[in-house]
């Protein structure tokens, strides 16, 4: 599976921004997508999951301000950002799991495929 992240970039405090994630190859080898963030000197930290049905589970910080979506049509994963703080400033990643129960949807190990990443900047 290779992932492609786009829709990075910079945008004031309250503005939004939409991150999209467009995935190729063994499509149909996933059941889980997520999009995590890291800042420099952090670790990367679970934002959003979805499952390949439609079920989605945020991380407390974005609850009501971020909102995670899969086309399976598509076959391309988003991130509709809003209300966006400077804190949400980092690099975001796209990432997809084989497993189809999958309870830690936050933690990095069970994913298996990674995008390359996308700079989020959002000025004060």
């Known amino acids: 599976v290779q992932l492609v992240e786009s829709g990075g970039g910079s945008v004031q405090a309250g503005g939004s921004l939409t991150l999209s994630c467009a995935a190729s190859?063994?499509?149909?080898?996933?059941?889980?997508l997520a999009w995590f963030r890291q800042g420099a000197g952090e670790e990367r930290e679970g934002v959003a999951g979805v499952t390949t049905g439609g079920s989605a589970r945020y991380a407390d910080s974005v609850k009501g301000r971020f909102t995670i979506s899969y086309d399976n049509g598509k076959k391309t994963l988003y991130l509709r950002m809003s209300s966006l703080a400077p804190e949400d400033s980092n690099v975001y990643y796209c990432?997809?799991?084989?497993?189809?129960?999958?309870?830690?949807?936050?933690?990095?190990?069970?994913?298996?495929?990674w995008g390359q990443g996308t700079q989020v900047t959002v000025s004060s």
């Open positions: 190859g063994d499509v149909y080898s996933y059941f889980h």
């Open positions: 990432a997809t799991s084989r497993l189809f129960v999958l309870r830690n949807w936050d933690q990095m190990g069970p994913y298996n495929y």
